[in-house]
Nanobody, 124 residues
Framework: QVHLVESGGGSVQTGGSLRLSCAAS????????MAWFRQATGKERAFVAG???????DYAYFVKGRFTISKDNAKNTVTLQMNSLAPEDTAVYYC??????????????????WGQGTQVTVSS
């Protein structure tokens, strides 16, 4: 059974940083594209960043230069370092795993497994 467990969310002020981690189990981690999505209240779930099985990386335009995604196949973890946070980054952040794609897909329905989410709140 596949489990994705996010951690590292919390509350910070504008300009602050957070580091989200996602621990995966029950899957051959190196064979998956991993991604982070976020969902703000009243909005649809949106792609944030993803890293493919061969290390290709994609970011949403609104996080480029501020967020960094990385993957550790030995530890079965994917990490999202978030810097220069702004109130509009406030959302529940989800980790997701895609077994079928070789690249990074941005559509949520391409992903096979999801974590439970972790709240990120940025105050002004």
């Amino acid at each position: 059974q596949v489990h994705l467990v996010e951690s590292g969310g919390g509350s910070v002020q504008t300009g602050g940083s957070l580091r989200l981690s996602c621990a995966a189990s029950g899957l051959t981690f190196s064979e998956y594209t991993m991604a982070w999505f976020r969902q703000a209240t009243g909005k649809e779930r949106a792609f944030v960043a993803g890293i493919s099985r061969n290390g290709g990386i994609d970011y949403a335009y609104f996080v480029k230069g501020r967020f960094t995604i990385s993957k550790d196949n030995a530890k079965n973890t994917v990490t999202l370092q978030m810097n220069s946070l702004a109130p509009e980054d406030t959302a529940v952040y989800y980790c997701a795993a895609d077994q079928r794609s070789y690249g990074v897909e941005r559509a949520p329905n391409e992903y096979d497994f999801w974590g439970q989410g972790t709240q990120v709140t940025v105050s002004s």
